[in-house]
């Protein structure tokens, strides 16, 4: 009788080298367009020696390994992304490939030993189909379990940005509209008078509804300008811009602009710079937005007594600076949110202080973090505060 497994050992490189190109060729099998010669080929040159021990009447059939391998193949196929199509593309193919090149050694065969081969080598492929199918569907099932897995806590935490999303527009449209209702309603009483009484000679009381327009325009524009400076910094869209300056020169301009911020409330402005650095590198814009963010909280926060300002050199190319207040002092519990966007402080009767838009220290902590530096905060209720910057002497661009 014919013994059609060594033929098909002898022709098991043949067989890869043809499939392998024919899996290549087929449009329908895309990924495999993505993976090496060996990737492809996988554990086939074992299957086929399998399917030879199947087709030998010499040797006991190796359907152990068959299945083994088999199962490892349908693994393999998930991990390199297969889909179920491409799959059976590739099975179909091994199987015309065999009979292609055992063609002329059929051929030699008598009828009842083609048809005893062909049957053997259809029905080890087809074991082997099975088998790969039965753990690539396993693999896709727990890739399904962990996607869906991951996707309930991504649609949890894109739930939670959503809601604080919201929140935070719901808030800033809260706030965008009192000063807004402010500036239109006295626009049109101003409107109003001045149609009702074209030729009025006193114009006091129309100079104090402008005033409040323009007071309120302010704020209105202030709070726009802090939230779209909190947007550029999460959209990543701030540049640092670092060039040599004295931090004494710089504190003390700071200072001047906010002295009469200070002088209305009858409040002493101090500094403190013998350790302070003589020069250092960094954004000066952005350091001075920080101070002066820092400094107009201070004042505003601060009823009586003094705002002081200490600068100082520190080991390992720091600087700090440091502005400590003798007012009404952050509790334990709003210490924990006062860097958030629109968090507010509430006062004694549970109101906030005018001009605050509640994003002056959320911006503050986004540029300190911009300049490489920290910022801490240590405050006791009626006593005052204090807000430490540590700063590097120069600031990197890489």
């Given at each position: 009788?014919?013994?059609?497994?060594?033929?098909?050992?002898?022709?098991?490189?043949?067989?890869?080298e043809q499939w392998v190109e024919a899996v290549r060729q087929d449009e329908k099998i895309e990924t495999a367009k993505e993976l090496t010669y060996k990737g492809i080929r996988d554990s086939l040159p074992i299957l086929l020696q399998a399917i030879a021990t199947i087709l030998?009447?010499?040797?006991?059939?190796?359907?152990?390994t068959l299945v083994?391998?088999?199962?490892?193949?349908?693994?393999?196929?998930?991990?390199?992304?297969?889909?179920?199509?491409?799959?059976?593309?590739?099975?179909?193919?091994?199987?015309?490939?065999?009979?292609?090149?055992?063609?002329?050694?059929?051929?030699q065969?008598?009828?009842?030993?083609?048809?005893?081969?062909?049957?053997?080598?259809?029905?080890?492929?087809?074991?082997?189909?099975?088998?790969?199918?039965?753990?690539?569907?396993?693999?896709?099932?727990?890739?399904?379990?962990?996607?869906?897995?991951?996707?309930?806590?991504?649609?949890?935490?894109?739930t939670r940005l959503v809601r604080a999303s919201k929140d935070n527009l719901a808030h800033l449209a809260h706030e965008l509209k009192t000063p807004l209702t402010s500036i239109i309603g006295y626009s049109d009483l101003f409107l109003r008078q001045m149609k009702q009484n074209p030729n009025v000679e006193n114009n006091v009381p129309n100079l104090e509804h402008i005033e409040k327009v323009q007071r309120n325009g302010?704020?209105?524009?202030?709070?726009?300008?802090?939230s779209l400076e909190i947007s550029r910094y999460e959209a990543g869209q701030m540049q640092l811009h670092p060039t040599e300056i004295n931090p004494q020169t710089l504190i003390n301009q700071t200072l001047e602009m906010v002295e009469s911020l200070a002088s209305a409330k009858l409040l002493k402005l101090t500094l403190e710079c013998q350790n302070c650095p003589e020069q250092v590198i960094t954004d000066s814009l952005r350091l001075q937005q920080i101070l002066t963010n820092l400094l107009s909280n201070a004042i505003?926060?601060?009823?009586?007594g003094t705002i002081k300002v200490i600068c100082e050199s520190l080991p390992d190319n720091q600087?700090?600076?440091?502005?400590?207040?003798?007012?009404?002092?952050?509790?334990?519990?709003?210490q924990k949110h006062i860097f958030e966007p629109y968090f507010r402080v509430v006062s004694a009767d549970n109101s906030y202080l005018p001009n605050s838009t509640g994003l002056?220290?959320?911006?503050?902590?986004?540029?300190?973090?911009?300049?490489?530096?920290?910022?801490?905060?240590?405050?006791?209720p009626g006593i005052g505060s204090t807000f430490t910057i540590t700063l590097p002497t120069e600031v990197s661009l890489s």
């Open positions: 009788m014919k013994d059609f497994s060594l033929a098909l050992l002898n022709k098991i490189e043949i067989i890869i030998s009447e010499s040797e006991d059939s190796d359907i152990k083994e391998k088999s199962l490892e193949h349908g693994k393999l196929r998930a991990k390199q992304g297969y889909d179920a199509e491409e799959i059976a593309r590739e099975y179909r193919l091994i199987r015309c490939v065999i009979f292609s090149v055992l063609e002329e050694d059929l051929e065969g008598t009828t009842v030993e083609v048809i005893r081969a062909m049957r053997l080598i259809d029905t080890a492929i087809d074991e082997i189909i099975a088998r790969c199918f039965q753990t690539y569907t396993q693999e896709r099932l727990k890739e399904f379990e962990q996607l869906q897995s991951q996707m309930r806590l991504t649609n949890q935490e894109l302010r704020q209105l524009l202030r709070l726009i300008n802090d505003r926060y601060t009823e009586t600087w700090s600076i440091t502005i400590s207040d003798t007012g009404k002092g952050i509790t334990p519990e709003d002056g220290l959320a911006i503050v902590r986004r540029l300190v973090k911009l300049l490489q530096g920290q910022i801490s905060l240590t405050s006791q």
